[in-house]
Nanobody, 122 residues
Framework: QVQVVESGGGLVLTGGSMRLSCVAS????????MGWYRQGPEKQRELVAT???????NYADSVKGRFTITRNNAENTVSLQMDMLKPEDSAVYSCNAEVVSNTGAPRAMTYWGKGTLVTVSS
């Protein structure tokens, strides 16, 4: 079993900053890609940022220059530093991790956290 748990989130004013963290734990041999996604009210889930195990990063155009994704491979964690927040950044932010299990499963599987709510007030 693998668990993915986010922390952080809450209420912040426009222009403010917030940091989200996520940890993957359980039957893990290796974590490949990790990422953050978000789903705003009445919107589809969208990619925010992803980072490979080697550090290759991809950002959504809407967050480039404002958000920074980092990870710690030894601790199986990924963080999202969000600066210059806007009301349109309000959403439930979810973390995912592509995990190679140490149980002998033949392929990697993607696990999701339950999400954390970020509300940016104007």
């Amino acid at each position: 079993q693998v668990q993915v748990v986010e922390s952080g989130g809450g209420l912040v004013l426009t222009g403010g900053s917030m940091r989200l963290s996520c940890v993957a734990s359980g039957s893990i041999f290796r974590v490949n890609d990790m990422g953050w996604y978000r789903q705003g009210p009445e919107k589809q889930r969208e990619l925010v940022a992803t980072i490979s195990r080697r550090g290759t990063i991809n950002y959504a155009d809407s967050v480039k220059g404002r958000f920074t994704i980092t990870r710690n491979n030894a601790e199986n964690t990924v963080s999202l530093q969000m600066d210059m927040l806007k009301p349109e950044d309000s959403a439930v932010y979810s973390c995912n991790a592509e995990v190679v299990s140490n149980t002998g499963a033949p392929r990697a599987m993607t696990y999701w956290g339950k999400g954390t709510l970020v509300t940016v007030s104007s």
